[in-house]
């Protein structure tokens, strides 16, 4: 809950509140979810952004324990953090707007001013934004131009031949997944289960190919498990 420049976490069966200093809570302008505070899917984790210091600095807390581990922000500011679908790598917007101030003052746990203003007002002109990936559990962090969501232990992303792949991040081992001839669109990455559900384009199939194409084949390392026509498709990653 913000306590105007405060953070506090309310335990919902004991009643007890624990405020968070210098957290930086200035909002992003978007209605929803808060730029720099957010919860894992499964409710163990928080990760929230810290000033108060020389730098700020990105915070997961384990909520069952209260322990925190900080990492470095990224140079550019961050327009929104979340977890991904398994919680295990926070996903950051990054803006290069230079015009938004650091929040590098210090509060007292005990001091709560009025409500931070959002970031876009100090912006001036469109903001573009980049996507860098943080593993929650290391502090791995990965900048790929490719990047479509975080999976598993490495990343999905989209080559320039329009197929979706599977990159590992340490040892960059690339396998296809769902080939170029889908044009996929994805709806649904679920790591823990290897699978992925997309939307394949519904084109006509190109000449001399068989209906269905490649949709039905099973060559590849990405293995088709439920070709729908044109209905989303599922792909398994072997």
Known sequence: MRE????????SHSGSVLTLPNADLRTNGVYGQHRAATFSPDGKRMAYLRGGGATETIVVRELRTGTETEYPCPEHLIFDMRFDAAGEWLMLDLTDADDVPRFLSTRSSSSCPSRPEPITDWVRGSLRLDRDLLRVSDGTTVHDEDLVTPFGNGILVRTRTGSINFRAVHSLEEREL????????????????????????DSPPASGSSEGGDRQSSSRTGTVCRPLGDAPVAYRSD
């Open 4 to 11: 105007g420049s405060c953070l506090s976490v309310i335990d």
């Open 178 to 201: 769902v080939p170029n001839e889908c044009s996929a669109q994805l709806l649904h990455a679920d790591p823990t289960r290897g699978l992925v559900l997309v939307l394949c384009d």
